[in-house]
């Protein structure tokens, strides 16, 4: 079976904080994406990354593929309000489905 | 990306009664999905749609309980039948294959929140 943990499990900190997300998993995975979900909403894609090494930039957000890609991360910096939410990492696995990580639940306090 | 809208967006229902919600799609796309959330919670899938054919279950979730439908490619049900508190939950709906998205990128509707007295 394969498994996405994320880490931290929940997550609390002032504005202007930098902060970093994991996701870890023993399997391979094609690709990666990352969500983010606000409540009474569905998770909204924030990125799919593909390449092992990759790293891609969303403005105050980084994400980067492990070279192996079976791990992914999500750094933010200088965090803000607007940030708080459930963020949920996803694997495409070889079926055709995603698996999904546990989520980290962050909460930005201005 | 897509616009993807789901009906009703909550509801409160008595144990035994079904409810069904619908996803709809403002584009063709090739894949659809239906997942469950708890609150707080990650998502789990609970099954494919398939245009045309039955849906593929996951483990756990049986036809029985989630009938699904799929009658073209815009256009899913899902029903929770003989529902019980159990069954409180979020369920989505997404969808892959969006035209100019990469593979295996899936898009989520809003999400159906539903309370099981």
């Known amino acids: 079976t394969q498994l996405l943990e994320q880490s931290p499990q929940f997550l609390s900190i002032q504005e202007g904080e930098n902060l970093t997300v994991y996701c870890n998993s023993s399997s391979v995975f094609s690709s990666l994406q990352w969500y983010r979900q606000e409540p009474g909403e569905g998770p909204v894609l924030l990125v799919t990354?593909?390449?092992?090494?990759e790293v891609k930039k969303l403005k105050r957000l980084t994400f980067q593929f492990g070279d192996a890609r079976k791990d992914s991360s999500l750094h933010i910096t200088a965090a803000q309000p607007g940030d708080t939410g459930l963020y949920l990492c996803?694997?495409?696995?070889?079926?055709?489905?995603?698996?999904f990580g546990t989520g980290t639940r962050l909460q930005v306090f201005p | 990306s897509a616009v993807i809208s789901q009906k009703p967006s909550r509801d409160i229902c008595q144990r035994g009664t079904s409810l069904t919600i619908q996803c709809q799609v403002d584009s063709q796309v090739t894949m659809m999905f239906w997942y469950r959330q708890q609150p707080g919670q990650s998502l789990t899938l609970i099954a494919t749609a398939n245009q045309g054919s039955e849906a593929t279950y996951e483990s756990g979730f049986v036809i029985d309980k989630f009938p699904i439908s799929r009658p073209n490619l815009t256009f899913s049900t899902l029903t929770v039948s003989n529902m019980s508190p159990e069954d409180s939950s979020i369920y989505l709906c997404?969808?892959?294959?969006?035209?100019?998205?990469?593979?295996?990128?899936?898009?989520f509707g809003p999400g159906t929140r539903l309370t099981v007295l």
């Open positions: 996803a694997g495409a696995s070889n079926t055709d489905k995603l698996i």
């Open positions: 990354v593909v390449t092992g090494g």
């Open positions: 997404s969808v892959e294959g969006v035209e100019g998205s990469l593979t295996d990128t899936q898009y």
